[in-house]
C-alpha cells in the first residue's frame, strides 16, 4: 500500500465532562474533514447541541429517531441523514435519544447496534469520514460510539478539574471498554487556552502536564505523544521560554470569541470567520484523523 493512501475512518470526540469542547471540537473537525472526503456529523448527545446549534431544530423533533433505525422499525440512516451548507452530513440528535438509550441497555448486542446498522454500512461507502458528538456521562451511548469508531479524540481545557476529566474518561470508559475492543487515542485536544504560558498559569500546567505526565494514552504510547503539534511545548522550550531566549508560542486551540459566537450563527469557524487563526488547529486534527494518529 502507498503511504498516502488514506482509509476511511470513524472517530468519538469523548470525554465526561460537560462544556469542555466535544461540540465544538467535533463539528469543527467535521468541517475540516469535509475538505478531504465525504464526511457524515453524527450528534449522539441527547441535550442536542450541536443539532440545534447548526439549526436542525426541526430534525431535533421529528418523529423519526435514531431508535427506529436502530432498535425496532424499518427506518435506515437515511431517513434521518440532513444535508448541510458545510460540506458535511448530519446525522441528528433527537428529543428523544434519552429514551433510545434506555432500550439500548436491555436490547440485545446494544452496544453495538450503531456499528451494525449505521457505521458499517456508510463507513468507506458513502462516507470516508464518520464523527460522533458524544454525552459528556458514561453509558449506551457513549458504548455505541467507541464500538463504532475504534478511535477517540478527547478535549480537555485548563483548570484543577481537567486532568481529572482525562482520568476519569480513561478509567471509566475506554479502559473498560479495552476489555473487549481495540480503543485508539488519536489525539488529547488542549481547548480555551487563553492566558500567558510564560507565567505559572492553569494554561501553562495543562501543557506542561500532557508533555510530561507519564500515562500510557494508548498501549505503549505516552500521553506527550498523542498531543498535536499546535499544542505540544517541550520541557526545552519552556526552559528556553523562561530564560528570556524563546518568545513564547500561542498554543491552540485558543479561546476565540468567533468558536462560541459561530454555533448562534449556525455555523462552523470556517464558514462563520474563515480568517480565524484557529482553523489550522482544525486542519491539523483532520489530517490525524486522516493519518490514524499524531505523526511526528
Ligand atoms: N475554543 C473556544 N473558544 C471559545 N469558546 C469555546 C471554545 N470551545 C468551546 N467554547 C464554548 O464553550 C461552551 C462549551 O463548549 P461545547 O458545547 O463545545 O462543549 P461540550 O463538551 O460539547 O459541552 P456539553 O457537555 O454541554 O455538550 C460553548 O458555549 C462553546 O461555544
Ligand atoms: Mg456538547
Known amino acids: 500500500m502507498e503511504a498516502t493512501t488514506t482509509e476511511p475512518r470513524a472517530v468519538s470526540v469523548v470525554i465526561l465532562k460537560g462544556g469542555v469542547g466535544k461540540s465544538t471540537t467535533s463539528m469543527n473537525l467535521a468541517r475540516q474533514l469535509a475538505e478531504r472526503g ?12 450541536a443539532t440545534n446549534g447548526l439549526g436542525f431544530e426541526a430534525a431535533y ?15 435506515t440512516p437515511h431517513d434521518l441523514i ?43 461507502d458513502e462516507y470516508e469520514y464518520v464523527v460522533f ?10 458504548n455505541n460510539a467507541l464500538v463504532a469508531t475504534g478511535n477517540v479524540m478527547i478535549p480537555i481545557e485548563p483548570g484543577s478539574s481537567a486532568i481529572g476529566g482525562y482520568k476519569r ?25 487563553g492566558d500567558r504560558i510564560d507565567h505559572r498559569t492553569e494554561d501553562r500546567e495543562l501543557l506542561e502536564n500532557l508533555n510530561t505526565a507519564t500515562y500510557e494514552v494508548n ?31 500561542k498554543p491552540g ?7 462560541s459566537r459561530s454555533l448562534q450563527h449556525s455555523q462552523p469557524l470556517q464558514d462563520y470567520d474563515p480568517e480565524n487563526d484557529q482553523i489550522a488547529c482544525y486542519e491539523e486534527l483532520a489530517e490525524i484523523v486522516a493519518a490514524g494518529g499524531v505523526e511526528r
Not at 173 to 187: F, G, H, K, S
Open 61 to 75: 423533533q421529528d418523529e423519526v429517531d435514531l431508535g427506529d433505525v436502530i432498535l425496532e422499525g424499518d427506518a
Open 219 to 249: 498501549p505503549g504510547q505516552q500521553l506527550q505523544e498523542a498531543v498535536p503539534d499546535f499544542a505540544r511545548i517541550t520541557g526545552e522550550e519552556f526552559d528556553a521560554i523562561d530564560a528570556g531566549e524563546m518568545a513564547p508560542p
Open 38 to 49: 465525504t464526511t457524515l456529523f453524527a450528534d449522539l448527545d441527547p441535550n442536542g447541541h
Open 82 to 124: 440532513r444535508s448541510t451548507e458545510h460540506g458535511f452530513d448530519l446525522l441528528p440528535s433527537s428529543d428523544t435519544l434519552e429514551d433510545v438509550e434506555k432500550e439500548l441497555a436491555g436490547a440485545m448486542q446494544g452496544s453495538a447496534r450503531i456499528k451494525s446498522k449505521i457505521v458499517d454500512p456508510l463507513l468507506g
Open 133 to 142: 458528538d458524544c454525552p459528556a456521562y458514561p453509558g449506551m451511548l457513549n
Open 169 to 193: 474518561t480513561m478509567e471509566r470508559l475506554i479502559e473498560p471498554a479495552r476489555e473487549y475492543i481495540d480503543v485508539d487515542v488519536l489525539a488529547v485536544v488542549p481547548n480555551k487556552l
Open 253 to 259: 486551540i485558543r479561546h476565540r470569541s468567533a468558536l
